[in-house]
């Protein structure tokens, strides 16, 4: 079965640190540029793009608002993507997401690029 399967979110401190997982299925996940975007609750809030990193794991890139806090990495051998989050803000608090791209490498950083399978998200709350 073709899935993406995010896990990982939870209640995290603000300042504090949380890593999210998402485990690909059903395709050639090594050969796939994959993405993290978030969605914040509340009217008006749409999807935003959050980070994105090539099939090799040698291109990353990051949305100014988690750029120097979170790093995105990936397994190939695990077919697992990683979002390592730290120094949480209120502002972080989202419904997260992973994303594979149609592409082995990130042309537009950010949700212009095509993609053309996403997980069903993983809750993060930062709150004291």
């Known amino acids: 079965q073709v899935q993406l399967v995010e896990s990982g979110g939870g209640l995290a401190q603000p300042g504090g640190p949380l890593r999210l997982s998402c485990a690909a299925s059903?395709?050639?996940?090594?050969?796939?540029?994959m993405s993290w975007a978030r969605q914040a609750p509340g009217p008006g809030k749409g999807l935003e793009w959050v980070?994105?990193?090539?099939?090799?794991?040698?291109?990353?890139y990051y949305a100014d608002s988690v750029k120097g806090r979170f790093t995105i990495s990936r397994d190939n051998a695990k077919n697992t993507l990683y979002l390592q989050m730290n120094s949480l803000k209120p502002e972080d608090t989202a419904l997260y997401f992973c994303a594979k791209a149609e592409r082995p490498i990130i042309v537009i950083p950010g949700l212009d690029q095509e993609y053309d399978l996403w997980g069903q998200g993983t809750q993060v709350t930062v709150s004291s």
């Open positions: 059903g395709f050639t996940f090594s050969k796939y540029a």
């Open positions: 980070s994105g990193i090539n099939s090799d794991g040698r291109g990353t």
